[in-house]
């Protein structure tokens, strides 16, 4: 069964929350990538629109939004996500996930771009009230 940490990022109020995405919800969320759009229902959030980030899979390793692709595969960077040079330059060979979202993603980042009629804590409080 898949299961995902979400990280939720609220660029307004300048916070980030956790959620534990399982069951059928988490499988909705594979085949997705970053920069797509997600409905705020994944996350108990209705009327929210959020978009995808990022992420990293079980073992550690980042998404990088310019990799097709769920597999993790060695590549040649020179800056970005996943490297950060110390030099003008300087080039290495890193292990990088593909930007689609697979079983083997742990942690899936994701962005409020469209709020919904509640606040966040809101509506996480009515919902561990049922």
Known sequence: MVEFKAVIN??????????????????????????????????????????????????????????????????????GVGFHPTRHGMRKRKSLRGSAISPDILQVNLKITTRGPKTIEDAWQEKAKK
Do not use: C, H, W
């Not at 978009?51 to 060695?74: E, N, V």
């Open 10 to 79: 609220d660029p307004k109020a300048g916070k980030s929350y956790n959620r534990a995405i399982s069951g059928n919800l988490a499988s909705q969320l594979v085949g997705k990538k970053i920069g797509d759009e997600v409905d705020g229902l994944f996350v108990s959030l209705p009327g929210y629109k959020l978009q995808i980030t990022g992420g990293s899979d079980k073992d550690g390793f980042p998404m990088r939004a310019d990799l097709t692709g769920p597999r993790r595969r060695g590549v040649l960077v020179s800056g």
